[in-house]
């Protein structure tokens, strides 16, 4: 194995390991959000929720201090570290039949939608007090609340949900479609990469020669955008201009 390769499975066995645990914790949390959660935006009402086999009952105000404080140390990390949903766009990317397919321009403006996502989403929470688009099912068997669930919400939250999933599918044509362009979590976290105490960014010494975007699942090169500071691409540099920099880093 090449000196390269053994470094980089060195340098990502971390995160693996990261992202197993994590999707262990909280891909039950992720599944109620997504297929049980009664309210306009999951995740964030979770003390107010009647649906008493949700585990976000107990984990969502860690998970969110967790999310906020990763944010402020690593940027986007979450979404490529401990995000169930991103550790299955990270499988289903290994499968993805277009990838680096899409024209730039097209993925400049398509990137966009992260950001409106989480316009949208700040509206339902703070102007509409997050409204219920569903018929909270309390308890009952995995599969049949489920069920039940589809069976009696509205049009909106079906919409909602239906979006979701197929933009989270889509991952298996377009790598992690549902991360880079819809994902209101990922347009927010997205802000605090600029701003994170610890990020991977290229020097001045970088050549443009784009061996970074051609390794990266994202197609994206180190801070900028949909960057989740993995670190794969650092070893194919061929002038080692990517590094972690911090505040106190000399340029």
Not at 144 to 164: G, K, P
């Amino acid at each position: 194995m090449p000196n390269s390769q053994l470094s980089t499975l060195t340098r990502l066995w971390p995160r693996r390991v990261i992202q197993a645990v994590s999707f262990f914790m909280l891909a039950e949390f992720s599944y109620y959000g997504i297929f049980r959660c009664p309210f306009a935006v999951p995740y964030v009402s979770c003390a107010n929720c009647p649906v008493v086999q949700c585990p976000g009952k107990k984990l969502w105000y860690i998970v969110l201090i967790g999310i906020a404080v990763s944010a402020l140390f690593f940027g986007r990390a979450f979404c490529g570290y401990a995000c169930p949903v991103g550790t299955i766009s990270d499988l289903f990317s290994s499968v993805a039949i277009a990838k680096r397919k899409i024209s730039p321009v097209i993925k400049s403006i398509a990137q966009k939608g992260k950001y409106i996502a989480a316009i949208g989403a700040a509206y339902l929470f703070f102007a509409m007090q997050n409204p219920r688009w569903a018929v909270p099912i309390r308890t009952g068997e995995f599969i049949n609340s489920t069920m039940l669930t589809f069976e009696h919400a509205n049009w909106l939250w079906l919409s909602r949900t239906i979006i979701v999933v197929a933009a989270i599918a889509l991952g298996l044509v377009i790598p992690y479609f549902f991360c880079r362009f819809i994902c209101p979590t990922g347009g927010v976290l997205e802000l605090f990469n600029r701003f994170s105490l610890f990020k991977y960014t290229m020097s001045s010494t970088c050549l443009d020669c784009d061996k970074c975007s051609k390794t990266c699942k994202q197609n994206t090169r180190p801070a900028e955008a949909n960057c989740t500071n993995c670190g794969a691409c650092k070893d194919v540099c061929p002038v080692d201009a990517i590094s972690i920099t911090t505040p106190f880093t000399k340029k």
